[in-house]
């Protein structure tokens, strides 16, 4: 008989990489079913509405046009102000890194789980990458917005609205992914109170994101049996009027 000493270090080791391949799984199904399957998400959905808006609105009037700047703007603030909070958090880990003294705060013995200072430096370095991810990417979608704000308001834009539907929507891509990996910091931040409560908050992030992003409806179809329903509302109130 061989007894094999377990213990809780060993879990890092199992529960962080199952958590961690849960989150790339799921993303990679989520990827293969928008090229696979479009209109079956909601970033198809999203895209299609955004798109539906910019060429409404360069129907419009002008004050629907000025309005149109001022939702882009504040999505250009919005993107801006959570890139800003991105670079604090990622100054923030850098100085406790570069930091000289001992800091035990996520050592203790009441953490069920490795808390050898090489691993907690491995959580911070793993942090740090979420947050610089988060970082670029609402840098990116702010410099799309931006860029999407200056051809709404340019005096030729109803010749650019293929320009301004790929700015809007690259921005709003950029967007998600810079949420997609705070999501991924959340579970990092997790891990320092051990691995098991960062590998069931994985889990419970896939099932939440799940029914966010997927939809068993394709948008075609939806957008078809909408008409559809509309086209009988009419003929039925057509049938009663002399």
Known sequence: MFSVDFHKEYLDLVLVPCGLLIMFVYHLFLLYRYYKHPGTTMFDLENEDKKLWVQRVLQGSEGDINRAVNV????????????????????????????????????????????????????????????????SCFVQAAKNLVHANYQMSSPDKKRAVKKIEFAVTKGGDFSLFGLRALYFALNMVLWFFGPIPMFVASIVMVIVLYYHDIHTVSLHDLYCELGLQKGRAQGFSGSFSY
């Open 72 to 135: 882009i703007s504040s999505d250009t603030s919005t993107a801006i102000y959570l890139a800003s909070v991105s670079l604090a958090l990622c100054s923030l880990i850098g100085t406790w890194l570069g930091s000289s003294s001992n800091n035990n705060i996520f050592e203790s013995k009441r953490i069920y789980g490795d808390t050898r200072p090489f691993t907690i430096f491995i959580k911070n370095i793993c942090l740090l990458v979420s947050f610089l991810v988060a970082f």
